[in-house]
């Protein structure tokens, strides 16, 4: 089972290897992280994709919150959150495919960045089921490379983590 | 910010924070880095106690802070300095003692450089740590220190590392002492859920069969007084952990000793049949539960602790209550009534008759070492008892009766082979007013020997009671058990004189072969004064007993009293 917690800490330096180090310690597994600062400048939010059982996800959230650097532990739940996450496909492509790349990336909203000879770039933004599909319809022309920022997540409505 | 400001080093700052902080000893260890800070410590009112490995700084900065309760300070030099330190700190975070461990680093403008004597001692110590700074701006100095200190003692106690690069003691600073800490992820409950104490309440007066099992953090809270008087009140019997010896009064007819592994036979029967089971400030060691699956299964569990993070973190717990033991403790005082337990205590205590912790004396006049525990115990029953790891220890947990906190001192989560020498230098320099006997093995006392320097130079009285047996005796008992006696690389018979080594040192050296020089040797070495080693060459195979095996649930027992 897969939890979203969104984690406000200290913006300070070493932040993000205590945060990582104790997972790695007590043997939790972070599917994804990432990390930047909040409205306010002296707090980061982190968004931790981990995988585990109630019972590894209540200790992960009470580990979290003894870190001194820790401010407060959220797990987000999918019915009340809006998660995105972007990828950037670097896909081969020339004169005779680019037209039907193009549609695809037309369907998915996604956009096309760069374009070159032999290559362009597109950017999606979406959730994870969306990254996946577009990557599964891009694959056959070739992807040369990808990257992923992993899930970034607000609690919908005017209630947030940090009020 | 209280108080006009005044200009001053980073050195000097740091010293009137630990001042302030109403620190009086530190244990160190000076260097290149740190210069600037002994500079500042020749002449301060703050006592120095130069030892002779950082190591044992740490550890004797925990023994200080066991015996008082007080935050217990040491100093270490960068790089290997302070990785000697690491040993003392992870094991100060094992036992959750309060400490705050002061580094040097090389200059700011070199770290990260692998310059001489570097090392990464924040991120060395991250996971062994209740937390770490690096200071980077001498202005942050005064807020960290204030910090460190608050955070090692509170909430679930432990240790803070604060290194200090040296231009940050070099740097000029206008100096004033925040008069609070502003942390906005750190506020430790002390006071437990109101609902839940009367939950668990509740719980008592329907049970017939009720365990108190109290740790270290009974004693951390200094709430062994609610502790007795909860027990009395609801008729419930006692069993202390290691950490926990000392927050139940030993001599108490409610007290059944220790559980676990090398625990009585009656707690860990007890344990097993329990209804309800009230841990106080315990963490569910594996050392305590043995197969956990099986930990008082039949029993309903009410666990009161500081950290929610040890709620439920090895057995389901069916009432939490978070917070302060003494604050809950003493609330559940007021609601709980007597169990229904008259039958359950007549059974315990025939128990205690059947199944009584016992040795066999030999015919003729060898020295069991279950017996000089209990010759100091006679002698001495204030005395502060302070032991290394292995057999020695465990005789020390099971044959004295402590009857007061902060009495008995021992590496309990990390296990630390050379930890109870340098411990008693803490606790005696922190104790003088008391009898302070470090119960060693010929193995332990041999990882920090060396300072027998520093007792001696100080002139701290400690008394070192080595129970030589020629062996690494727990390692020894388990060759024995489950490896055919294959004694590979545990026996380190003949290969030292203790008393000579003593003497060598310019400390009292006695020894003692015989059952009848116990007793003499323990009263000479008190009355002496001076700091002491006795070298009790005792039954070189005796084991611990009784024992449960790893990982077999706690009630399967063995007797393991080696006969003549």
């Known amino acids: 089972m897969r939890h979203t917690l969104s984690v406000l800490v200290e913006n300070r330096h070493g932040v993000l290897a205590r945060v990582a180090g104790m997972f790695a ?69 020339d004169v005779s495919n680019r037209s039907e790349i193009m549609q695809i990336v037309d369907i ?45 997540a607000l609690r919908r409505g005017a209630k947030g983590v940090s009020s | 910010m209280t108080g006009s400001t005044e200009r001053m080093t980073g050195a000097r700052a740091l010293l009137e924070c630990l001042y302030r902080e109403g620190v009086d000893t530190i244990f160190g260890y000076p260097g290149g880095v740190l210069l600037p800070i002994y500079d500042e410590l020749y002449n301060s009112d703050i006592r120095h106690i130069l030892v002779r490995h950082e ?136 006071q437990g859920n109101l609902q839940q104490i009367k939950k668990a309440a509740a719980e008592i007066e329907k049970s017939s069969n009720p365990v108190i099992y109290a740790g270290g953090g009974v004693i951390s809270a200094g709430a062994s007084a609610e502790l007795m008087k909860l027990a009395e009140k609801i008729q419930a019997p006692v069993t202390t952990t290691l950490t926990g010896m000392g927050g139940f009064p030993g001599n108490h007819p409610l007290f059944m000793g220790m559980p676990g592994m090398h625990g009585t036979k009656y707690a860990n029967y007890a344990i097993q049949e329990s209804d309800l089971l009230i841990a106080v400030g315990v963490r569910f060691d594996d050392r305590v539960t043995g197969k956990i699956k099986s930990f008082a299964a039949s029993a309903k569990i009410i666990h009161i602790d500081i950290d929610p993070a040890e ?95 902060r009495t008995f001192i021992s590496s309990g989560g990390l296990g630390t082979m050379g930890y109870g020498f340098p411990a008693a230098i803490g606790a005696k320099v922190a104790r003088p007013d008391k009898v302070v006997i470090d119960v060693s093995g010929d193995g332990s006392f041999q990882m920090n020997s060396q300072e027998m320097a520093t007792i001696v130079q100080n002139n701290i009285p400690v008394i070192i009671a080595i129970f030589n047996n020629g062996y690494l005796g727990m390692v020894r008992q388990w060759q024995e058990i489950f490896y055919e006696k294959r004694y590979s690389s545990t026996c380190i018979r003949d ?35 001076r700091p002491t080693l006795i070298d009790f060459i005792v039954e070189c195979e005796e084991n611990v007993s009784p024992m449960v095996p790893a990982g077999a649930a706690i009630n399967e027992i063995l007797d393991l009293e080696r006969k003549e």
């Open chain 2, 311 to 405: 709620i439920s973190k090895n057995v389901k717990v069916d009432i939490p209550i978070v917070g302060d033991a003494k604050w809950i403790l003493s609330h559940l005082l007021k609601y709980a009534g007597k169990a229904r337990s008259e039958d359950w205590l007549k059974k315990i205590d025939g128990w205690k008759e059947q199944y009584p912790l016992h040795y066999i004396q030999p015919v003729g006049d060898e020295i069991k070492p279950q017996y000089i525990v209990e010759q100091i115990n006679e002698v001495c029953p204030d005395a502060i008892i302070v032991t290394e790891v292995g057999q020695h220890q465990m005789w020390a947990a099971q044959y004295f009766r402590y009857t007061e906190p």
């Open chain 2, 495 to 529: 290969s030292v004189d203790f008393v000579k080594l003593a003497e060598a040192y310019g400390a009292l050296g006695i020894r003692a072969t015989k059952r009848d020089e116990v007793r003499p040797a323990i009263e000479r070495a008190i009355a002496s004064g």
């Open chain 2, 55 to 190: 190591q044992a700084a740490a550890h004797a900065a925990e023994g200080y802070a066991r015996a008082t309760g007080k935050t217990g300070v040491c100093l270490a030099t960068s790089g290997p300095g302070a990785t000697n330190l690491v040993t003392g700190i992870a094991n100060a975070y094992m036992d959750s003692i309060p400490m705050v461990a002061l580094t040097g680093q090389v200059p700011s403008s070199l770290i990260g450089n692998d310059a001489f004597q570097e090392a990464n001692i924040t991120g060395i110590t991250m996971p062994i740590t209740k937390h770490n700074y690096l200071v980077q701006d001498v202005k942050e100095l005064p807020r960290i220190i204030k910090e460190a200190f608050h955070i090692a003692s509170t909430g679930r106690q432990g240790p803070v590392l604060v290194d200090l690069p040296k231009d940050i003691t070099t740097d000029m600073i206008d100096f004033s002492y925040p008069d609070k800490v502003e942390l906005r992820g750190y506020s430790p409950t002390y």
């Open chain 1, 108 to 152: 998915f909203r996604a956009r096309i960045i760069d374009v070159a000879p032999k290559s362009m770039i597109v950017e999606v933004t979406g959730d994870e089921t969306k990254i996946e599909a577009l990557e599964q319809l891009l694959r056959p022309f070739g992807i040369k490379e990808m990257v992923r920022t992993g899930k970034v």
């Open chain 1, 25 to 93: 310690r007590r043997g939790y597994n972070i599917d994804s992280l990432t990390v930047g600062v909040t409205e306010d400048p002296t707090i980061s939010r982190m968004t931790i994709v981990v995988r585990g059982d109630d019972e590894v996800l209540e200790q992960v959230t009470k580990q979290l919150n003894k870190l001194i650097d820790v401010i407060r532990v959220s797990d987000l739940k999918a019915e009340d959150t809006v998660e995105r996450e972007m990828a950037l496909f670097k896909v081969s492509s």
